[in-house]
């Protein structure tokens, strides 16, 4: 991509323009899409993307330009435009002066996939695909089914004026199964989406008839599901994507892009007790194998398990290089973007609740009237304050401490940082599930997740 003769003058160049700190990020995707309907291909699509963007610090503000051109004469008058945006006049800076030494990292060898993608045709593809199909269809009230598959092959390099030179490479692989069922009561989906950092092994990780079954008894279950009732209640909240609530209502807010901007609710408060005794909030990147997982962020730092509350306590924000500049915290590798056209903020990897020692059962006992959320959809968040509200993909009512009947239409309503106060019990059965994350950076892979557990209270609108 770049080699290190050339990344070594730019970020020289750079730091003879007046730059404080200068970076440069290049990337290489190999990207596919294959999606069905009704096992009739509706879309099949392979390409490369190459670029790379250049980054420089000017004490605390910062300036960005991103090219596709990777000669050496461009990338020096991308670096020299940027620097000159700022009033850099040409003169040498005693600073720029010398070579710089790079230091690299031996990688930990997280992902190597076990399958290449290269090793299968578009037919085995296809075939593998069929099998979530052919689970799926569970009865004639499944009237389509369509399924979409994702593989990402990414190669990146990180290189800066304090010596860093650090590659990584992120094989990811995904596919999504939504079921549609139909009856005289109207239309109802179901969807199950597994994906990992990993070769086409995932198809046996992952078997795709468990998955598109799955999808089918969903779609099924919320045919006969009564309009779900409205008002405070205490909740059960199913494992896994049901982390989604806390993902964008809790981990936005410990993020440094609203940190160091005071436009989060939990800004200075290191050290404070924020959440109940049984809440252990974790962002971990370095999980083998994981959506959200990688060897080294997008500013060339190694990722890292950072505990963010621990029973209840702030311990710890998410932090990129602007972050710790404006704040003074210790970076933990959450830089991150979407690709080569945006420049890194702090970003959540893998965010999920710790396992409690609860039972599944006992959250439920002692409830007159609840709401079993057994699967989380999506949802709307306000920054800054927290406030959300989030639909219910498969809920049930819970009366007397037992799960009764399938209801529709709910929607959970309510504050971050207020309904982390109000979990009163965590089980020990914590999952994750993969999805994408958007903000100021793009849409980058995460994971969410939790344990099941239970809110004393939480608003739910309905329809009853």
Not at 78 to 107: C, H, I, N
Not at 227 to 246: R, T
Not at 437 to 447: D, F
């Amino acid at each position: 991509m770049i080699n290190e003769s050339t990344a070594e003058k730019l970020l020289r160049r750079a730091r003879e323009l007046g730059a404080d700190f200068a970076e440069v990020y290049a990337e290489r995707w190999k990207k596919r899409n294959l999606r069905l309907l009704d096992l009739a291909v509706q879309e099949a699509s392979s390409g490369i993307e190459r670029g790379a963007g250049v980054r420089l610090f000017f004490g605390t503000q910062v300036v960005y330009a991103y090219t596709n051109d990777l000669s050496e004469a461009n990338l020096l008058e991308v670096t020299e435009t940027l620097a000159r945006l700022k009033g850099g006049k040409g003169q040498v800076d005693a600073r720029g002066a010398g070579g710089l030494d790079f230091r690299r990292s031996e990688p930990r060898g997280l992902h190597a996939p076990q399958v290449a993608l290269d090793e299968r045709d578009k037919r085995w593809r296809i075939e593998r695909l069929a099998e979530a199909d052919a689970a799926a269809r569970l009865g004639p009230e499944i009237r389509k089914v369509e399924i979409r598959l994702v593989e990402w092959d990414q190669e990146i390099l990180v290189a800066n004026s304090e010596g860093v030179w650090n590659r990584d490479r992120r094989v990811r692989t995904r596919y999504m199964v939504t079921a549609i069922a139909e009856n005289e009561a109207g239309m109802q989906t179901g969807f199950e989406g597994p994906g990992l950092g990993v070769g086409l092994e995932l198809f046996d990780l992952a078997p795709p008839a468990e998955y598109g079954r799955r999808a089918g008894e969903q779609a099924r279950t919320l045919l006969g599901a009564k309009p779900a009732p409205a008002g405070p209640m205490p909740v059960v909240i199913g494992n896994a994507f049901g982390g989604v609530i806390f993902h964008e209502a809790l981990g936005h807010l410990l993020e440094t892009t609203a940190v160091a901007r005071k436009t989060s609710v939990l800004t200075d408060k290191l050290g404070e007790k924020i959440a109940s005794d049984v809440v252990t909030y974790v962002d971990d990147g370095t999980l083998p194998h994981a959506w959200g997982s990688s060897e080294y962020d997008d500013e060339g730092a190694p990722t890292e398990r950072t505990v963010l509350i621990e029973k209840g306590v702030l311990k710890s924000y998410m932090v990129d290089r602007w972050g710790s500049l404006m704040t003074g915290y210790r970076p933990t590798g959450s830089g991150r973007r979407q690709d080569y056209t945006f420049a890194p903020t702090s970003r959540m990897r893998n965010t999920f609740i710790e396992a409690g020692d609860a039972s599944i059962e006992s959250l439920f006992e002692g409830i007159e009237f609840g709401l079993y959320a057994k699967k989380m959809g999506g949802g709307q968040v306000k920054p800054g304050s927290g406030e959300y509200n989030f639909a219910v993909q498969e809920g049930y009512v819970i009366r007397n401490g037992r799960i009764e009947e399938p209801v529709k239409g709910a929607m959970l309503v309510g504050k971050g940082p207020e309904s982390i106060q109000r979990i009163v019990a965590v089980a020990a059965d914590q999952k994750n599930a993969p999805g994408m994350c958007g903000s100021l950076s793009g849409a980058v892979p995460v994971e969410v997740g939790q344990p099941h557990l239970l809110i004393s209270e939480i608003v739910v609108g309905g329809e009853g």
